[in-house]
């Protein structure tokens, strides 16, 4: 009878670890793309997607929307940041070159990721980065500082009752992230 508990502990067991394995690969590799298709179909998180290809550019000059910057760092996180102006008027079809700085105050170096987000929701599908710091990592160097470049265009199609657009940004350290995976890389390539 000893043995059949052992058994029935040890099949126990593996199938406890497996659930775990399982548990593990579903919330790091297929929530985070079906959070993303969430938030895509719904607005939900003001998240303006990739970067955008521009077309022609027809700027609407009988408009004027309010565009508000926001910088904010996740609690572990000890850069610096803010964005270079506070709020500007742009008009739909209008591209807009804004900066963001970063400073590292830390004696070592160190690699960010910003998130971004918008609200007003509905207005998240109108707004299209060509060009962002988001769409990288940064790194900085011990007391190093940077301008993060960020080009945009409000569509002409946003709703008329849109007159303020906030962005925020939410800057994550990722260094040890960055070193686990350039270790993990280099594991991989040595014979």
Known sequence: ??????????????????????????????????????????????????????RE?????????????????????PWVFEPGIKSIKVHPGQPIDVVYKALNPTNRDMVAQAVPSLVPFKAAQYFHKTECFCFNNQPLKAGESAELGLQFIVDLDVPKQVNTITLSYT?????????ASVASIDRAQTP
């Open 171 to 179: 800057l994550f350290d990722i260094t040890d992230a960055m070193k």
């Open 1 to 54: 009878m000893g043995e059949d508990v052992t058994k029935a502990n040890a099949l126990l067991s593996a199938k406890l670890v497996a659930l775990g394995v399982a548990m593990f690969a579903f919330a790091i590799f297929v929530m985070p793309p079906l959070y993303d298709v969430f938030c895509e179909i719904t607005g939900l998180n003001g998240k303006t997607g990739q970067q955008y290809q521009a």
């Open 57 to 77: 550019i027809t700027v609407d000059t009988s408009r004027e929307i309010t565009v508000q910057f926001v910088a904010t760092n996740n609690e572990a996180m």
